[in-house]
């Protein structure tokens, strides 16, 4: 079993930065890699980055311009740095483990609020 905790989301001006952070807890050694997910109001949830456990990154080509993902080893977490903040990016944000046997763990989520 993993356990994943969001947070760091909030209201934000357009234009603005957040940090989004997930700790992992559980059985971590069975995780493969590690995501973000948004999902805005009324559309499907979408993958923003993925880590695996060496740290490659894999971003969708809408999402490499202000999305940075990263991971702290040390600590058991993942975080998501966004930049340029745009309304559209708003949604709740999710975090997700993959494990080796393909399972999906999920995290409860933040909102995240962007205002024009």
């Known amino acids: 079993q993993v356990q994943l905790v969001e947070s760091g989301g909030g209201l934000v001006q357009a234009g603005g930065s957040l940090r989004l952070s997930c700790a992992a807890s559980?059985?971590?050694?069975?995780?493969?890699?590690m995501g973000w997910y948004r999902q805005a109001p009324g559309k499907q949830r979408e993958l923003v980055a993925s880590?695996?456990?060496?740290?490659?990154?894999n971003y969708p080509d809408s999402m490499k311009d202000r999305f940075t993902i990263s991971r702290d080893n040390a600590k058991n977490t993942v975080y998501l740095q966004v930049g340029s903040l745009r309304p559209e990016d708003t949604g709740r944000y999710y975090c997700?483990?993959?494990?080796?046997?393909?399972?999906?763990?999920w995290g409860q989520g933040t909102q995240v609020n962007v205002s024009s």
């Open positions: 997700n483990a993959a494990t080796w046997r393909n399972w999906y763990y």
């Open positions: 559980g059985s971590l050694f069975i995780i493969k890699t």
């Open positions: 880590i695996t456990r060496d740290g490659s990154t």
